[in-house]
Nanobody, 114 residues
């Protein structure tokens, strides 16, 4: 299973970005998908997850600002990020999980300037 994240960049506080993560090499719809982030000097943290059945959960810090979604026709999971804050600056990574198997892609950098 391969995952490719994209869509990061530099944005001013209050702005928006939309991240994408394309999954290849397996059947996308069977995986629970997630977005995580890791800032310099900090541990990786959960941002949002969406199950194969489209149930979602979010970190408290992003509730009401970020939306995770998935498109099976495109084998892609999205993260719409609105009202971005400088503290959202991090490398964002996506994962695909099924049972004991957990696959990760390389991250995409998000930088929010104040």
């Amino acid at each position: 299973v391969q995952l490719q994240a994209s869509g990061g960049g530099l944005v001013q506080a209050g702005g928006s970005l939309r991240l994408s993560c394309v999954v290849s090499g397996s059947v996308f719809r069977i995986y629970d998908m997630g977005w995580y982030r890791q800032a310099p000097g900090k541990q990786r943290e959960l941002v949002a997850r969406i199950s194969s059945g489209f149930s979602t959960n979010y970190a408290d810090s992003v509730k009401g600002r970020f939306t995770i979604s998935r498109d099976s026709a495109k084998n892609t999971v999205f993260l719409q990020m609105n009202s971005l804050k400088p503290e959202d600056t991090a490398v964002y990574l996506c994962d695909a999980r099924r049972g004991f198997n957990d696959y990760w892609g390389k991250g995409t950098q998000v930088t929010v300037s104040s």
